[in-house]
Antibody, heavy 117, light 107 residues
């Protein structure tokens, strides 16, 4: 059974940093691209970032470019999102999601990030 | 960046009604479009990929059509469990972009 389990969310002050991670199981993690998608409270879905299966290619939404960094460790079946210079509008539930030929066939349950003083 | 304009943003319908949701892309995306359903407090679920291919286990009352810049999700006969918010997603190019969502409410 495919499982994606996010961790690392919490309350952080504006300008602070946070690292989210997603532990994958139940599939061959190393052959799938992986993304982060977020959803602000009461709002729609926003794609954040993607990393290729081998980790050599990444893309970011303009809203997070230069502040967030996506990474993966295929030996540990782990995906991470390093978030710096956090702002109030980064407050959201952050989901990791798998990409097969089409995004996103499996999603984690999400982890809540709250940016507030 | 490709913008996805989804309409309507909300609709009220009764059980048994036919519901149609539209997504328009700001430029051609071939059939690189997926549809997702999200119920309150739940994780999004993919319903359709490649614009018209139904995911395994998704009821046949859901259908998708379109190519290029205009796409449609149709629910042929709305059921109580279909009341939710629906999103389209283009994956023709990065950044991936979702439509703004359509909330399907009970009339």
């Amino acid at each position: 059974e495919v499982q994606l389990l996010e961790s690392g969310g919490g309350l952080v002050q504006p300008g602070g940093s946070l690292r989210l991670c997603c532990a994958a199981s139940g599939f061959t993690f190393s052959i799938y691209a992986m993304s982060w998608v977020r959803q602000a409270p009461g709002k729609g879905l926003e794609w954040v970032s993607v990393i290729s299966s081998g980790g050599d290619t990444t893309h970011y939404a303009d809203s997070v470019k230069g502040r967030f960094s996506i990474s993966r460790d295929n030996s540990k079946n782990m995906l991470c999102l390093h978030m710096n210079s956090l702002r109030a509008d980064d407050t959201a539930i952050y989901y990791c999601a798998r990409e097969e030929s089409t995004p996103f066939d499996y999603w984690g349950q999400g982890t809540l990030v709250t940016v507030s003083s | 960046d490709i913008q996805m304009t989804q309409s309507p943003s909300a609709t009220s319908a009764s059980v048994g009604d036919r519901v149609t949701i539209t997504c328009r892309a700001s430029q051609g995306i071939s059939n690189y479009l997926a549809w997702f359903q999200q119920k309150p407090g739940k994780v999004p679920k993919r319903l359709i990929h490649a614009a018209s291919s139904l995911e395994s286990g998704v009821p046949s009352r859901f259908s998708g059509s379109g190519s290029g810049t205009e796409f449609t999700l149709t629910i042929s006969s709305l059921q109580p469990e279909d009341f939710a918010t629906y999103y389209c997603l283009q994956h023709n190019s990065y950044p991936l972009t979702f439509g703004g969502g359509t909330k399907v409410e009970i009339k």
